[in-house]
């Protein structure tokens, strides 16, 4: 069997049972053979990786949303090195609490696995990746900037109650896992192909974005695999609460806290034009979405009066054709 008929969707035809398993395996070996260590594969006291208050390297370029916007640009040189030192710092900082959010949701979800149950195998994988994670952008915002504001007050206070979703709704959690994963992702890719950063930042994007492909491919699969499992009353409930999911976490990972913002000295009427509130940014928060519409459609659950959501949060557009299209021209 290499494919399974979704009988309660649109003729979506989801990967089988075995071929889940064959994933799981080749994602597995992967983490074995290519894997990191923060401290042994980043030479954290090289001169390559100094942190120098003066380095023009971590002025922002345009693939940060900060960097594009005229405000930054018509800062002094000095002034725009201190900023991006800043967010660089900023940004890493949200991504380790947002991993440590993870890494309580997997092991919450593992809990309940069954013996011989292959999810358990890779999932671990994966949270010893990501526990190396926190403890490389730990170190990078201890060098970079250790005064760094993090994620907002509310989402440290909601951790333990999404974490705990991991048992009670995992489809939800996986969910949660794909809504910080993606913007974060589409963040780092952006900049390394604009041309990277300082080398320090460069490192340890390098390595998230290798590791990091895994893991988003296996939320993929995850849902792809479960969600047509669910009876009729979770899977509508899971239709409602995907979009505002996506929504709420991408705001976290791409949006400066209020404390971040003021540190940054960004003007509030500058914040509303970055995020959200101008026709690009509007167009780029769409764009963060099109792998996860694509998801969505293939499980039956970005449609009818659940699609309003979709817009009501600004994500709704064009799928992607495939996974990891190239910024998809959402509309």
């Not at 390098?206 to 990091?212: C, N």
Request: aromatic residues 10%; charged residues 25%; proline residues 5%.
């Amino acid at each position: 069997m290499t494919a399974v008929q979704d009988e309660k969707s649109t003729g979506y035809v989801r990967q089988g049972k075995q071929a889940y398993l064959d994933t799981l395996r080749t994602l597995s070996e992967a983490s074995v053979e290519v894997h990191f260590d923060p401290f042994k594969d980043i030479d954290w006291d090289s001169d390559e990786l100094a942190v120098l208050p003066d380095d023009e390297r971590w002025i922002l370029n345009d693939a940060d949303e900060i960097g594009a916007h005229p405000w930054y640009k018509a800062l002094p040189k000095q002034r725009q090195i201190e900023i991006g030192m800043y967010r660089w710092a900023q940004v890493a900082k949200v991504g380790l609490q947002f991993e440590q959010l993870l890494i309580g949701g997997v092991m919450n979800h593992l809990v309940w696995a069954k013996n011989n149950n292959p999810e358990f195998r890779y999932a671990t994988h994966e949270v010893t990746e990501e526990t190396h994670h926190t403890q490389m952008f730990q170190e990078f915002v201890n060098r970079v900037n250790p005064d760094v504001a993090g994620a907002p007050t509310y989402f440290k206070v909601l951790v333990p109650l999404m974490a705990s979703a991991g048992a009670w709704f995992p489809e939800a959690f996986f969910t949660g896992i794909l809504a910080g994963e993606e913007p974060i992702d589409h963040l780092q890719k952006g900049a390394m192909r604009s041309g990277g950063s300082h080398p320090a930042a460069n490192r340890i994007m390098q390595i998230h974005i290798a590791e990091e492909a895994r893991h988003i491919g296996f939320a993929h699969q995850y849902l792809e695999q479960h969600v047509p499992e669910l009876g009729r009353v979770k899977k509508t409930l899971l239709a409602y609460v995907f979009p505002v999911i996506m929504r709420l976490l991408c705001d976290v990972i791409m949006v400066p806290s209020k404390q971040a913002r003021y540190d940054m000295g960004i003007p509030d009427d500058v914040a509303k034009e970055i995020w959200w509130k101008s026709e690009e940014s509007e167009k780029l928060l769409r764009d963060l979405f099109g792998d996860v519409r694509l998801l969505a459609d293939n499980l039956g659950i970005r449609k009818g009066p659940a699609k309003l959501l979709w817009k009501l949060t600004g994500i709704d557009g064009r799928a992607s054709r495939f996974r990891a299209e190239p910024r998809a021209a959402s509309y």
